[in-house]
């Protein structure tokens, strides 16, 4: 059976209420076009996870889609607050949110735990801090070996991990190149994996350092162009940091926030509509 599905498709057919997403990405290839289809499709209580959530998770927790946050750090890269995340934690419109907080390094050791099939990651760090009295889930054990303390972060291993890449084969092989943050270990832990490409090839391409997730561990691959838009995708597109820029008076209220989604993305069929509604507003 063929992996290569339409984004509505993949999303329709392996994204339940409830479950435990991380969308990764990090400074490029952030996954927006699927955050934006889960908002169409209307995805209720999911469990976000991300190293670093930006405006797709602003959007997301916004729309009311989550229940829950796991992250190591959240704001508008660049230009300031979360203002949908914030509104949500402050005040829980659309409705509250639960927060699991880490550190880089915890989040890192908590991925990497649950693509090893491991109960939970190690790291030095977190001992004498204050993140385990607002975070339970960082506990401590002793090494066997030297009688050192070090911390534990329970293993992430999602129901879904999503990503964006430069391209996919028909096998459903998929590559990525530029900046990696966390999206090998987010895959690898997940129990599916969706990832939307710039391009279906015959063949990849030979590429240094770039990463290869084979077709075995991939569930679903969608081509969708620009599907990182407005983050950047490295050899495809920039990054709009106007975008960026202007999200921080879009997002600030409710209402303004309320009307743009409403226009740009539960009123258009998918990306290529979503896109197309931002040139004809420029225009």
Not at 51 to 68: E, F, H, K, N, S
Not at 82 to 92: H, M, N, P, T
Not at 150 to 173: C, E, K, S, Y
Not at 207 to 224: E, F, G, I, K, S
């Amino acid at each position: 059976m063929s992996k290569l599905l339409s984004l509505k498709e993949a999303i329709a057919q392996h994204v339940q209420d409830g479950q435990m997403l991380a969308l990764e990405g990090f400074t490029h290839l952030i996954p927006f076009a699927a955050g934006h289809e889960l908002i169409r499709q209307g995805r209720r209580e999911l469990h976000l996870v991300r190293m670093t959530p930006d405006l797709v998770y602003d959007q997301l927790i916004g729309m009311g889609c989550a229940r829950a946050l796991t992250f190591s750090w959240g704001g508008n890269p660049g230009v300031g607050s979360l203002y949908r995340l914030r509104d949500a934690v402050e005040k829980g419109w659309p409705r509250p949110l639960e927060l699991h907080e880490h550190s880089h390094a915890g989040m890192a050791a908590a991925y990497t735990a649950g693509a090893s099939r491991m109960p939970f990651g190690l790291l030095r760090g977190y001992i004498g801090t204050d993140l385990p009295g607002v975070n339970p889930d960082i506990r401590s054990v002793t090494c066997p070996y030297t009688g050192e303390a070090l911390a534990t972060v329970p293993a992430l291993n999602p129901d879904v991990t999503i990503l964006h890449a430069q391209r996919a084969d028909r096998q459903g092989n998929v590559s990525l190149t530029g900046i990696v943050g966390a999206q090998r270990e987010a895959a690898l832990a997940a129990r599916k994996l969706i990832v939307t490409v710039e391009e279906v090839v015959d063949a990849l391409p030979p590429a240094m350092n770039a990463v290869v997730l084979p077709h075995w561990v991939v569930t679903a691959v969608a081509h969708v162009p620009g599907g990182a838009y407005p983050s950047y995708a490295h050899g495809h597109y920039a990054r709009d940091n106007a975008f960026y820029q202007r999200w921080d008076d879009i997002a600030r209220e409710r209402d303004t926030f309320r009307a743009w989604m409403e226009k740009h993305v539960l009123a258009t069929a998918d990306h290529a509509a979503f896109l197309a509604s931002l040139v004809e507003k420029a225009a």
